[in-house]
């Protein structure tokens, strides 16, 4: 008898899809009789006629969710919120010429409904689980974990991934969002199968904006949100899956917000790119065809203090780069290609150096939202309600750091671990088994190890915000476009990556546990993921403080609201 974990180890589920593997929740029989060879899909197996031709697709814009209900805590104007809601079930989509995908979205779509977030209002998000009993790329139940990435989350709602709502349970996130203006998403988190969640389409946008940011970048038509993802699919349409035997996944189609290589129609003005990284294990080198710099001034956290010309940049698996690209000087009519130049270890196919295409048009409409100049410098402005004890993330020194630590990432006998420790150590400890125990307002000094030449790592540390301050590659010093504050260090090839972050709560929160993890979702999946506790770690228990709890409301008790979205193609 084999049991689901081992094949989850073993990578077969991947390789051999779902054929033959049946029976009861915790084992799969076995008659002795070997079943016939699979051979795994390392691409798309499509019909010429139903393969995306590069720039063939229309650029669109994920929908914007409006709240079903604002108003104020106790009718205090000071203390404002709003309320949405989400469903995770399943959808039918068209990626593909004359086929179609059954995903697993946020309201059935991929990506999910974007969420705008306000600083200094916050949100509840209630989110049901109303997906089928079995997983769409994996035999288990389908069981999923939601986790906002980029935000200072109580312990109990920070996706933490044991914190499990099953099909029919409904659990109520509470979102802070005192934190700078940033660009956060959402996406799945469920232990031992985040991988196949968030690739069946469990992923979406949830940018937070305050004042400052407001009044120095584009906004509006010219703030655009771009998930950059690859896939592989089968010849029905169905999505495949092949994760190397748990090295990771890469597909020979790359989307853009769910369109394979997309042209996004631009005016010949100053446009805002949020880039989001939603692959399962690639990364990307995006660079502009003409050659042309793009100018960073955003990275996972917030703003740059300095903005940075570069005319490529490295990102991994969910970082996001806010990048400015200036179409003013193109003629109308002109094509400009967003390619990739790719990193090592990646498995490339003939398209993956395609990102998607830019066509200026005339300028038309007012220009509101647009900028009139690319900006040299920043100003991030500060948290809300923020303590006396809080610094800003960039201010950081070494000097500052009570504690230096090491994370060495690393495979030991097939196994992903953290300094040789795994997240089953964590729950065969009853999740008392800590990385670090730093206390509130605490400065400390993380080095991160990757002594590997066979894999890259997008390390990321829930909860904080961390200023980057060594490598020892690049003369030492962090690369231009990562010098603003992060949660995701993309720790490459026998790199090191040394930060700088303070353990910043936030109002209300007296701390807890938080995961550590690689950001390969194959990787974390396979066990690549320990904890650390500010403060006392027995505090909002993130799985028996608030647990999602059956749902008593009819499915469609929230019908979904979006804002009025922008002309295809734009």
């Known amino acids: 008898m084999t049991t689901r974990r081992e094949i989850f180890k073993l990578g077969a589920v991947g390789a051999l899809g779902l054929a033959g593997l049946k029976g009861g929740d915790d084992t799969i029989p076995s008659n002795g009789t070997a079943a016939p060879a699979v051979p795994p899909v390392t691409a798309s197996r499509l019909a010429p006629q139903n393969m995306p031709v590069p720039y063939a697709g229309v650029f669109r814009r994920p929908p914007e969710l409006v709240p079903f209900e604002t108003g104020f805590d106790d009718g205090d104007p000071a203390r404002p919120y709003a309320r949405y809601a989400l469903t995770q079930k399943l959808g039918q989509v068209q990626l593909l010429p004359g086929l179609t995908t059954t995903v697993a979205g946020y309201n059935g779509i991929f990506p999910g409904p974007t969420i705008r977030a306000t600083q200094g209002t916050r949100t509840e998000v209630r989110i049901r689980n109303d997906l089928p009993g079995v997983g769409l790329l994996q035999p288990g139940p389908f069981n999923t974990v939601t986790h906002l990435h980029g935000s200072a989350s109580l312990p109990q709602y920070d996706g933490y991934a044991n914190d499990i709502t099953v099909p029919g349970n409904v659990k109520n996130y509470h979102y802070p969002n005192w934190q700078t203006a940033r660009t956060l998403w959402y996406h799945d988190h469920k232990h031992h199968i985040t991988a196949q969640n968030v690739y069946s389409g469990l992923a979406a946008f949830y940018p937070l904006s305050d004042k400052f940011e407001r009044a120095q970048l584009p906004q509006g038509e010219f703030d655009v949100p771009l998930m950059i993802s690859d896939a592989m699919f089968n010849a029905d349409g169905s999505l495949a899956y092949n994760d190397n035997d748990v090295k990771g996944l890469w597909g020979d189609i790359i989307l853009v917000n769910g369109v394979p290589w997309p042209t996004m129609k631009v005016k010949p003005r100053i446009y805002r790119f949020r880039v989001l990284d939603a692959s399962i294990s690639r990364s990307y080198r995006p660079t502009l065809s003409t050659g042309d710099p793009v100018y960073v001034v955003g990275t ?115 196994q992903w671990t953290v300094n040789g420790v795994t997240w089953a150590d964590v729950e065969k400890s009853g999740f008392t088994k800590l990385f670090g125990n730093p206390q509130p ?118 019908p979904p609201v979006y804002r009025p979205g922008f002309p295809p193609g734009t």
Not at 330 to 355: M, V, W
Not at 365 to 384: E, F, K, Q
């Open 300 to 414: 996972d956290a917030g703003m740059l203090p300095q903005v940075q010309a570069v005319k490529s940049w490295r990102q991994g698996t969910a970082e996001r780069y806010e990048v400015l690209i200036d179409f003013r000087k193109y003629r109308t009519g002109q094509t400009i290609e967003l390619r990739n130049l790719s990193n090592k270890n990646n498995i490339d196919f003939a398209n993956t150096g395609k990102i998607m295409r830019f066509q200026v048009v005339a300028d038309s409409g007012s220009g509101a939202g647009s900028i009139p100049r690319i900006p040299a410098t920043l100003d991030a402005g500060g948290a809300v309600n923020a303590s006396g004890g809080a610094i800003p993330t960039m201010s950081l020194t070494p000097a500052m750091a009570k504690v230096k630590r090491e994370l060495k990432f690393f495979r030991d006998h097939g």
């Open 441 to 558: 307002f605490d400065v400390e000094q993380w080095t991160i190890t990757n002594a590997s030449g066979g894999w890259f790592h997008p390390v990321h540390i829930h909860l904080i915000d961390a200023k980057i301050i060594a490598r020892n590659t690049n003369g030492g010093q962090p690369f231009a476009w990562e010098k603003g504050p992060k949660d995701v260090f993309y720790a490459g090839e026998n790199e090191s990556v040394t930060a700088l972050m303070q353990f910043d709560l936030g109002p209300g929160n007296d701390g807890g546990r938080y995961m550590i993890h690689c950001h390969n979702l194959v990787h974390e999946d396979h066990d690549m993921m320990v904890q650390f506790s500010v403060g006392d770690l027995r505090n909002n228990d993130p799985i028996t403080s608030d647990p999602p709890v059956p749902d008593t409301l009819a499915p469609n008790a929230f």
